[in-house]
T-cell receptor, first 111, second 113 residues
Framework: NAGVTQTPKFQVLKTGQSMTLQCAQD?????MYWYRQDPGMGLRLIYY???????DKGEVPNGYNVSRLNKREFSLRLESAAPSQTSVYFC??????????FGQGTRLTVV | AQSVSQHNHHVILSEAASLELGCNYS??????LFWYVQYPGQHLQLLLK????DPLVKGIKGFEAEFIKSKFSFNLRKPSVQWSDTAEYFC???????????WGAGTKLIIKP
């Protein structure tokens, strides 16, 4: 099925470990986003990529890096995980102003 | 800066009650407006959207929303809620200036059976 595929669905890390969250979309969308969702805080934008080859910081970029590998893929990397990065992460893609499609989410726990 | 405000963070209703969730945005240009729903343990799904034309838009599961340009509002309504409507609802806006999604903080809706 067409859509946004996000992996992994669950992950537990120790403080200081690194990991990469993968996201791929097969809808030929230009823009891709990484959000984190925390209780009572809604969705907060970490990074976004308006088009292949470009990335920009969002509201809460500290502690994260991203890579827009090609038009389909947009990965999020935590170089040195911290407990404050325990959250649910969502990848999304859009084309122009037509609305967003979301991945299933990654529940990350940093202990 | 562009922003989206959702007036209520938590709403508790009984089944069959009518629902209205408020959403206001701050941007004077052309916008596309969305409501998303997130059921417990699931990802966000598009409920309905407004791009142009009839300001009253109908979405899935009996939801509708009305775009009132003069009030910068896009309130979500449902005449009679069901227990299965328990979820978190997010309003979002894309402006024609930068095509970035701007999100409201969300409203948690709990329907008592």
């Amino acid at each position: 099925n067409a859509g946004v595929t996000q992996t992994p669905k669950f992950q537990v890390l120790k403080t200081g470990q690194s990991m990469t969250l993968q996201c791929a979309q097969d809808m030929n969308h230009n823009s891709m986003y990484w959000y984190r969702q925390d209780p009572g805080m809604g969705l907060r934008l970490i990074y976004y990529s308006a088009s292949e080859g470009t990335t920009d910081k969002g509201e809460v970029p500290n502690g994260y890096n991203v890579s827009r590998l090609n038009k389909r893929e947009f990965s999020l990397r935590l170089e040195s995980a911290a407990p404050s990065q325990t959250s649910v992460y969502f990848c999304a893609s859009t084309i122009g102003g037509r609305g967003a499609f979301f991945g299933q989410g990654t529940r990350l726990t940093v202990v | 800066a562009q922003s989206v405000s959702q007036h209520n963070h938590h709403v508790i209703l009984s089944e069959a009650a009518s629902l209205e969730l408020g959403c206001n945005y701050s941007y004077g240009g052309t916008v596309n407006l969305f409501w998303y729903v997130q059921y417990p343990g699931q990802h966000l799904q598009l409920l309905l959207k407004y791009f142009s034309g009839d300001p009253l838009v109908k979405g899935i599961k009996g939801f509708e929303a009305e775009f009132i340009k003069s009030k910068f509002s896009f309130n979500l309504r449902k005449p009679s809620v069901q227990w299965s409507d328990t979820a978190e609802y997010f309003c979002a806006v894309i402006s024609d200036s930068n095509y970035q999604l701007i999100w409201g903080a969300g409203t948690k809706l709990i329907i008592k059976p």
